[in-house]
């Protein structure tokens, strides 16, 4: 008891500001988006900042790390980012189409279906950044229960005009690049996320957070962004997103939703570590009078703003259109939300040759420039000399395509990577065009769905005037030629049917005995042909 | 054929080239040499790497020990007869406990001298001095003075300072200790079982703690193993179970049964250490009850509180429970000077997981570093002894496990590994007698070596792919090819054993 009474003493001399004590600093923040066509885009960000820190430098890799001591910063991640030095780290998995022309641009821009990796490491490390790049994928894999292992050299390239570092680079820095686009998202994967939070689905924001609501949504993802800022230190930011819709939901087909109907849950009070836990919703732009509830904290032109503090209890947002009977759809193509929309196509019916297509169509006013990247496996290679750009009425238009790379592929090993830069006429719609060919695959390169086809990662567009509004194609399936999986069994048996034939009868031939028969005339008619053969 | 002209007369098809015996039965021959001359290839290229194991080398290293020659030195002050009594006594109480160790302590020989005068520069000596000038026997370097009052418990402490882990219920001690390793992983968590639900400690100064608490014992434990040191604070961890209500007095508790203790951790929901290396964790967590589970005690196995607020889980880490008292703020921050206690524990949660010995009852000791060298070099004995019987057990496993299974590879790795064990080994034996510490660096690669060895990935190669397999794959092959060679065979052999009988005849 003595020793409680001690230990009292030192609480009140040092509670009255734990913060000062603490060089870590994190930000919750929940963006409710209401989209015209009655749906709505969540986007959970949770934020922790390092302060005053920067990347372990590669070369301080040969000696030992010193002591990590982290209060809100997720140690699991802290260590791994510094057992490999990564100065920039990005890993999305998502499931689903993002639809860019009814949703618009999302929050949080790497929506590529499947699992997306891309990170900024340092060289002059004793090991090498691709074995680095390998250990990251595996280190990942295993915190996340995703299988990132599959990123390997013929998936990984190194895009640096698409994917430029979001952070500051305190050395020279070497980009690796890799998409899975058949890798699935589900509760296995928000799990281990969710442990990297400090107020894990109990409270404050992530408390909403509920996987079978989340995992029903037309659209999910997760998201883990690391960046080091330059002179504030290394930030780390999870995100979820996700795009809901409570017209589904709706007995009535109305599109009104509250927390409640959304997660299943509502935010039961503060997270107490949290130095700042804002909702903020934004209604959408129509004259339909709506109601929100309860009032926000703070009123902007778009947005509405609450603030979740200590005194927050079973905070329930709601928002509700009481005029509205029944939502009516808007007509889908009277406007589209984003500057330009992308359609890819895989075409062709053989297993041997196909065409690529892709179709851009300008939906501004104003001229758009944008990158244009393909990381593309070596099961598919271009032919480049193939390639057109057509504009209306198939006019060739080649002067809107120009500063292109191109890495080609090696078979077996690496993929191929074009960079190029699309203009786009006012309200124009571009077509590019080429032929491709089907890779014919080893045996053993296969893999176990091996029906299925090949997932090939989505294209990216990159306006070249704003870079966060990156857009991903939706991924395209590849139906390689498959063999029968027996065929080797087959192949045996045939060949050693062959090679016993051939020995058979060649050593027949050098090991038979001829005799002569003498045929008399009057037996002549009753002995065989073959009988003269005898052995 | 049937209209084969009769004239001109046939040739005898014996006359011909190809028909005589003698090119039937070379040709016959030659298929014959090319299949005996293929087998050495086809056994080459499919038989699997066996390299052959130094098997003699691990049966007389098994049979090998280390030896600890210990000299201890009896200084009684002015009777030597006394000296020689208490010498007979230490030697008694010492083979006792030997003799209880089951084969354990082997390795140590104690050489007492009694009454005579030793070189101070003998820094190797053990002595043991019985003195008037103190009240508590005390121990420092590799010394011990016991007050002449207490010189019939001579022979019981110095025993016991030789043999920790048969001091105490042995048993239990040892199944506490962690296994060696030369790397561990020190992680400490500030764990609050519920953040949000009112009170918590929401950060700790963990660095100051450690470098006051832990560092000097890191240091001095720098020859045994190395440390990373990593830390985190948790604000939600639900415990698995309902804590015990109870009432005391006019109180109410929370209690923890033994049987809790053993499932306290909740492994699903915490996350206590990070994962990028594959050395072994050790884990100390500072455990704080939420609002509705203060205060948390433990309870005996008659269900009463005990005054202790820590336990050990053996192998595993300590934990160190944290009842916020009711008028502390919603959410506190500990300095060092409230963790000092705290750290206490953990420090001596740490050292009996790394198989320190405490100094026997009623010893203190003067030393400003936490633990006597006499400590450290039991220390070094016991895990030197422990890793040469791992490493002996290790090698043993695999040469009865590579004669076992006729289809496990052995690579050029695995019998490098067990060579630089069975090196290290024998270097361990043979430096013994006169450094532990060279004995137990070297006892430690040895283990090293052996269990890489053993977990080699290389031999487990072919297990899946069993010999069976191959046979049915031949099988379409060898079964047309062979019948017809073995039949041509058996009937020229026939053919010409008969033109044998008939030449005699």
């Known amino acids: ?535 | 054929m049937s209209d084969t002209p009769v004239t001109p007369p046939v040739k005898d098809p014996s006359s011909l080239l190809f028909e005589q015996p003698r090119v039937r039965r070379t040709i016959l021959a030659s298929y014959w040499a090319v299949i005996i001359l293929a087998v050495p290839l086809w056994w080459s290229t499919t038989s699997i790497e066996r390299l052959s194991l130094p098997v003699s080398r691990v049966s007389t290293n098994e049979d090998k020990q280390l030896r600890f020659p210990l000299r201890v030195h009896i200084d009684v002050g002015q009777s030597p007869d006394n000296a020689h009594e208490v010498a007979v006594a230490v030697q008694e109480r010492f083979t006792a406990r030997k003799e209880r160790s089951l084969g354990k302590l082997d390795a140590v020989e104690l050489t007492l001298v009694a009454g005579e005068a030793v070189q101070p520069s003998d820094s190797d000596m053990y002595r043991v001095s019985i003195s008037d000038d103190i009240s508590h026997p005390l121990q420092y370097e590799r010394r011990l003075a016991v007050p002449s009052s207490l010189t019939s418990q001579t022979p019981d402490i110095v025993a016991s300072l030789f043999t920790p882990y048969t001091s105490r219920g042995s048993q239990s001690f040892e199944h506490i200790v962690s296994k060696y390793s030369p790397r561990y992983r020190l992680a400490f968590t500030l764990l609050n079982e519920d953040a949000a639900s009112g009170k918590s400690v929401v950060g700790w100064d963990v660095q100051e703690a450690v470098s006051r608490h832990l560092s000097p014992i890191l240091r001095q434990m720098g020859v045994l193993h190395n440390f990373t040191v990593e830390s985190q604070v948790r604000f939600y961890a639900p415990l698995a179970f309902q804590p015990d209500l109870l009432m005391v007095g006019d109180e109410t508790l929370h209690g923890l049964t033994q049987e809790d203790l053993k499932v306290f951790v909740n492994s699903a929901e915490w996350t206590l250490a990070s994962s990028v290396s594959n050395d072994p964790v050790l884990h100390f967590v500072l455990f704080v009850p939420s609002v509705s589970h203060t205060p948390l005690r433990i309870l005996d196995h008659e269900l009463k509180p005990t005054s202790s607020n820590a336990f050990i889980l053996p192998q595993w880490g300590g934990i160190v429970l944290l009842s916020l008292p009711s008028d502390s703020p919603s959410s506190s921050y500990l300095s060092e000077a409230a963790l000092s206690s705290t750290f206490n524990t953990f420090r001596g949660q740490l050292l009996k997981l790394l198989g320190v010995s405490d100094l026997p009852l009623g010893v203190e000791t003067n030393a400003t570093l936490p633990l006597t060298d006499w400590q450290l070099d039991t220390l070094y004995r016991q895990r030197a002894v422990e890793n040469t019987a791992g490493s002996k057990e290790t090698l043993g496993s695999i040469v009865r496990l590579v004669d076992q299974i006729s289809t496990m590879p052995v690579g050029h790795g695995v019998r490098g590994d067990i060579e630089d064990s069975l090196d290290a080994l024998e270097k361990a034996y043979a430096v013994s007698w006169n450094s532990p510490t060279q004995a137990l660096g070297n006892s430690a690669k040895a283990l090293t070596h052996a269990s890489r060895a053993f977990f080699s990935p290389g031999m487990l190669a072919l297990l899946y792919f069993p010999a069976e397999h191959k046979y049915a794959v031949y099988t379409p092959l060898f079964a047309p090819v062979a019948v017809p060679l073995v039949v041509t065979a058996l009937r020229e052999f026939s053919a010409w054993s008969k033109a044998r009988r008939n030449a005699r005849t």
């Open chain 1, 1 to 535: 008891m003595q020793w409680l009474f001690l230990f009292s003493i030192a609480l009140a001399t040092c509670s009255a500001s734990w913060a000062a004590h603490i060089d870590e600093e994190y930000n919750e923040e929940l963006v409710l988006r209401a989209l015209p066509n009655g749906k709505l885009a969540a986007r959970f960000a949770f934020s922790t900042l390092l302060k005053g820190t920067t990347p372990r430098p590669p070369t301080k890799l040969s000696s030992d790390d010193a002591s990590q001591h982290y209060t809100l910063f997720p140690l699991a991640l802290g260590q791994l980012l510094r057992e490999y030095a990564v100065t920039e780290l990005h890993l999305t998995l998502n499931a689903g189409k993002w639809d860019y022309d009814s949703w618009g641009y999302p929050d949080e821009p790497g929506v590529g279906t499947g699992a997306e990796l891309w990170t900024w490491m340092g060289d002059g490390a004793p090991t090498s950044i691709d074995e680095r790049w390998k250990a990251i994928q595996n280190a990942f894999a295993g915190l996340f229960c995703a299988s990132l292992g599959g990123m390997d050299t013929q998936r990984t390239t190194s895009p640096t005009r698409a994917f430029p570092p979001t952070g500051a680079m305190p050395h020279n820095a070497r980009l690796r690049h890799a998409t899975l686009p058949a890798e699935n998202v589900c509760t296995e994967n928000l799990t281990p996320f969710l442990k990297l939070l400090p107020c894990p689905a109990h409270a404050g924001i992530a408390a909403l957070l509920a996987p079978h609501r989340v995992f029903d949504a037309d659209w999910h993802g997760l998201g883990v962004h690391v960046r080091w800022r330059a002179g504030v230190g290394v930030e780390l930011v999870l995100t979820v997103q996700a795009v809901m819709d409570p017209v589904r939901t709706s007995v009535e087909g109305k599109r009104d939703w509250s927390l409640r109907s959304l997660f299943d849950r509502t935010v039961p009070r503060a997270c107490p570590v949290a130095s700042s836990s804002h909702i903020k919703v934004f209604p959408p732009s129509s004259a339909v009078a709506l109601a929100l509830t309860p009032e926000p904290f703070w009123k902007g032109a778009a947005e509405a703003v609450y603030e979740v503090s200590q005194d927050t209890s079973d905070l329930d947002i709601a928002m509700r259109w009481p005029e509205e009977a029944k939502f009516t759809h808007p007509d889908r193509n009277l406007s589209s939300l984003s500057d330009f929309s992308v359609r890819r196509t895989l075409q062709g019916t053989t297993q041997t040759h196909g065409r690529l297509t892709v179709v851009l169509r300008n939906n501004r006013q104003t001229e758009i420039q944008t990158l244009y990247l393909e990381t593309m496996p070596w099961h598919v290679e271009f032919y480049l000399h193939t390639l057109t750009v057509t504009c209306l009425g198939g006019k060739p238009c080649d002067h809107l395509f120009s500063n292109m790379t191109y890495i080609p592929p090696v078979p077996h090993a690496k993929p191929a990577l074009l960079q190029a830069v699309l203009t786009l006429p006012p309200l124009a719609t571009v077509r590019l065009s080429m032929n491709v060919r089907k890779s014919f695959l080893r045996y053993t390169e296969h893999p176990p769905d091996a029906q299925r086809g090949w997932e090939l990662p989505p294209a990216v567009f990159i306006p070249v005037d704003s870079a966060a509004r990156r857009m991903y194609t939706s991924p395209l399936l590849v139906d390689l030629p498959t063999p029968d999986f027996s065929m080797p069994y087959n192949v045996i048996i045939m060949s050693c049917t062959l090679i016993a034939l051939l020995f058979g009868s060649l050593f027949n031939l050098f090991t038979r005995r001829f005799v002569v028969v003498k045929v008399y005339e009057d037996v002549a008619r009753t002995v065989d042909v073959d009988d003269t053969k005898r052995k």
